[in-house]
């Protein structure tokens, strides 16, 4: 059974840029399986999906975010990463990643919480 | 962008009650349907995905129905570790979007 772990800073500037990763353990994030993606949740508020990839490289982008927002994946670490420049306050928020067995996240990180805040 | 929504935003009921939750589309998602069951303090949990299918593990109180822009989740008899929120999410497009979420509370 896959395994996330997110990974990252907890407090950010505004205006600076907000780097997470997320390890993926129990299988290959190279599996042609699966789709991995990145789900931020405001404190008290609903969910909101930020974006996904394949293991190729191939992205989608929620087109609210998709100026700011960068996806990555490291196949030799097991490894995807999510950049998301130029925050605000209103970027605070628990950031989970997930893998997404087309079209379904059926396993989840714990969730991080990333405050912007100087 | 297809728009989720659900109602209603929040529910009260007690245990044993039957539930229903509505989701619905701003256009057709087919069976692209999943539904999510979050606690506070942790990540969302799949319960139902394509609609209809339960995910293994999940109480069969649970089950979902619908297909094209109006679908449902029921609890047939509510338990008390079922106070929650709960989420729809569809995948139909590769810009996923989430409903905005049902809290059910105990009354």
């Known amino acids: 059974q896959l395994q996330l772990q997110e990974s990252g800073p907890g407090l950010v500037k505004p205006s600076e840029t907000l780097s997470l990763t997320c390890t993926v353990s129990?299988?290959?994030?190279?599996?042609?399986?699966?789709?991995w993606g990145w789900i931020r949740q405001p404190p008290g508020k609903g969910l909101e999906w930020i974006g996904s990839?394949?293991?190729?490289?191939?992205?989608y982008y929620n087109p609210s975010l998709k100026s700011r927002v960068t996806i990555s994946v490291d196949t030799s670490k097991n490894q995807f990463s999510l950049k998301l420049s130029s925050v605000t306050a209103a970027d605070t928020a628990v950031y989970y990643c997930?893998?997404?067995?087309?079209?379904?996240?059926?396993?989840w990180g714990q969730g991080t919480l990333v405050t912007v805040s100087s | 962008d297809i728009q989720m929504t659900q109602s209603p935003s929040s529910l009260s009921a007690s245990v044993g009650d039957r539930v229903t939750i509505t989701c619905r589309a701003s256009q057709s998602i087919s069976s692209y349907l999943n539904w999510y069951q979050q606690k506070p303090g942790k990540a969302p949990k799949l319960l139902i995905y394509?609609?209809?299918s339960l995910q293994s593990g999940v109480p069969s109180r649970f089950s979902g129905s619908g297909s094209g822009t109006d679908f449902t989740l029921t609890i047939s008899s509510l338990q008390p570790e079922d106070f929650a929120t709960y989420y729809c999410q569809q995948s139909y497009s590769t810009q996923i979007t989430f409903g905005q979420g049902t809290r059910l509370e105990i009354k």
């Open positions: 990839i394949y293991y190729s490289g191939s992205t």
């Open positions: 129990g299988g290959s994030i190279s599996s042609s399986s699966y789709y």
């Open positions: 997930a893998s997404l067995r087309w079209p379904t996240f059926d396993y």
């Open positions: 394509a609609a209809s």
